[in-house]
Nanobody
Framework: QVQLVESGGGMVQPGASLRVSCVGS???????FGWFRQAPGKEREFVAA???????WYGGPAAGRFTIARDNAKNTVYLQMNRLKPEDTGVYYC?????????????????WGQGTQVTVSS
């Protein structure tokens, strides 16, 4: 049974940096990992994804500010977020899938973490 546990969320001021992490366990394949976020009253949106070999994909919100990376030895995927803006506020979810389907698509992912709250406010 695959499990994902996120950590590292918090409250920061605009312009600050934050790194969220996700530790995975129980998978028997080499998963792609994705980060999605959901702001209050909005749909969940794609932020970034990474393959087993650390090939990244980024969605619009991440462009030029966020970096995704994974450490397979630690079963961990990271999302480094720089120059944060108030509109980056939301619950950030880690997700895993086997590699079939579009990495930007929520439906491609079969396992989700519980989410970690990121709040950007002055």
């Amino acid at each position: 049974q695959v499990q994902l546990v996120e950590s590292g969320g918090g409250m920061v001021q605009p312009g600050a940096s934050l790194r969220v992490s996700c530790v995975g366990s129980g998978y028997t394949y080499k998963p792609y990992f994705g980060w999605f976020r959901q702001a209050p009253g909005k749909e969940r949106e794609f932020v970034a994804a990474v393959s087993w070999t650390n090939d990244p994909w980024y969605g619009g919100p991440a462009a030029g500010r966020f970096t995704i990376a994974r450490d397979n030895a630690k079963n961990t995927v990271y999302l480094q977020m720089n120059r944060l803006k108030p509109e980056d506020t939301g619950v950030y979810y880690c997700a895993a899938h086997s590699g079939s389907g579009r990495v930007e698509s929520i439906g491609s992912y079969d396992t989700w973490g519980q989410g970690t709250q990121v709040t950007v406010s002055s």
